[in-house]
T-cell receptor, first 112, second 114 residues
Framework: GENVEQHPSTLSVQEGDSAVIKCTYS??????FPWYKQELGKRPQLIID?????GEKKDQRIAVTLNKTAKHFSLHITETQPEDSAVYFC???????????FGSGTKLNVKP | EAQVTQNPRYLITVTGKKLTVTCSQNMNHEYMSWYRQDPGLGLRQIYY???????DKGDVPEGYKVSRKEKRNFPLILESPSPNQTSLYFCATRAGTGLDYGYTFGSGTRLTVV
């Protein structure tokens, strides 16, 4: 199977600063890496994703980078705002099992 | 509007009393899955289904059953709930079984078993 580790478990930043959340995975057969944002009391929602044949993807203030050799991928949020406060989950899709494996989540707190 | 609808949103029940959590989607998605979310453990897959009449166990299937008689519905059944099944449950669907299809999650069901 796959093992996805996510760090840090909590992250507190000042509004306007950048935030970085990192995930590592163990199986080189993983080929797709989505990130989800879960606001308090709500469902997880897909915010950005990256395929294994791409090294970086950006969407406005958020970006994801992937290092296949090192088997890690990261979420970058720039110019953070209070509404970015949420729990963020990374996931890895293991192709040969057709399954997603989730990290344990990072609680991001953006202080105004 | 594309939706994954779960019911109920909240449920308190007693040990041993059978219950069903329903999940319905209107996106014609083939792949449906159930997850439970517990503090510090993230999202763990209970069961999944790749299509009608095709279901398989996830990582934590013990104590749960599912069925997929129609494409749009994927109910989660707890035949004899126990307190360790107290959790937040999410139904999730995907457009296909190939690459780069992220999940659409339902709104969640918070279950308490006393």
């Amino acid at each position: 199977g796959e093992n996805v580790e996510q760090h840090p478990s909590t992250l507190s930043v000042q509004e306007g600063d950048s935030a970085v959340i990192k995930c590592t995975y163990s199986d080189s057969a993983s080929n797709y890496f989505p990130w989800y944002k879960q606001e308090l009391g709500k469902r997880p929602q897909l915010i950005i994703d990256i395929r294994s044949n791409v090294g970086e993807k950006k969407d406005q203030r958020i970006a994801v980078t992937l290092n296949k050799t090192a088997k890690h991928f990261s979420l970058h949020i720039t110019e953070t705002q209070p509404e970015d406060s949420a729990v963020y989950f990374c996931a890895a899709h293991l192709y040969n099992f057709n399954k997603f494996y989730f990290g344990s989540g990072t609680k991001l707190n953006v202080k105004p | 509007e594309a939706q994954v609808t779960q019911n109920p949103r909240y449920l308190i029940t007693v040990t041993g009393k059978k219950l069903t959590v329903t999940c319905s989607q209107n996106m014609n998605h083939e792949y449906m899955s159930w997850y439970r979310q517990d503090p510090g453990l993230g999202l763990r897959q209970i069961y999944y289904s790749m299509n009608v009449e095709v279901t398989d166990k996830g990582d934590v299937p013990e104590g749960y059953k599912v069925s997929r008689k129609e494409k749009r519905n994927f109910p989660l059944i707890l035949e004899s709930p126990s307190p360790n099944q107290t959790s937040l449950y999410f139904c999730a669907t995907r457009a296909g079984t190939g690459l780069d299809y992220g999940y659409t999650f339902g709104s969640g069901t918070r279950l308490t078993v006393v």
